[in-house]
């Protein structure tokens, strides 16, 4: 099961007209624990912000999922509700989770979570869609084949394909 931590970041930064000002952004990190999170945030916002910038805060979010759209930037935050039935006492209990999308806009947010979500087999609505604060969302494990081989490296599928 995946933890998700929401971090907020200040630094200084210059706008389109030159001028420098302070501002606070939202991310969103999948980490094990909040020492975890705090090292993943120094390390991916290290790697983006020059100079200095100050991790202002970190609290376990309440984010289930997040579905990433390659064509867009901004994140939705969408409410699911759905039902369920109560193994102990058989009755119905209503669930109800926060997920992310990123989408251009409201409608395709709406769209594209239930398109990400078609495979669910419980009936879920959509109550609310909203855009959400987060810049960026830092993944704990990549992706298969999102790795970055090393050039002096060959990957062994390659290898047993010249034998063969």
């Known amino acids: 099961m995946q933890i998700w931590f929401s971090c907020k970041v200040k630094y200084q930064k210059e706008d389109e007209q030159g001028r420098v000002k302070n501002v606070t952004e939202a991310y969103l990190v999948d980490a ?24 202002t805060s970190i609290a376990k979010s309440k984010i289930v999922d997040v579905f990433e759209y390659t064509d867009a930037e901004t994140f939705y935050q969408c409410k699911i509700s759905y039902m369920i039935i109560d193994a102990d006492s058989g009755k119905e209990k209503k669930v109800t989770n926060l997920m992310l999308v990123t989408a251009h806009h409201v409608k395709e947010a709406y769209d594209r979570i239930h398109e990400s979500l078609n495979n669910m087999l419980a009936t879920f609505i959509v109550p609310e869609v909203k ?19 090393p050039e002096n490296l060959t990957p062994i599928s390659e290898i047993e394909e010249e034998d063969e």
């Open 32 to 55: 094990l624990s909040f020492t975890e999170a705090e090292a993943k945030i120094y390390e991916e916002i290290g790697q983006r912000v020059m100079g200095e910038f100050q991790v």
């Open 131 to 149: 855009e959400s604060p987060i810049i960026e969302v830092f993944k704990h494990a990549k992706e298969p084949g999102d790795e970055k081989i």
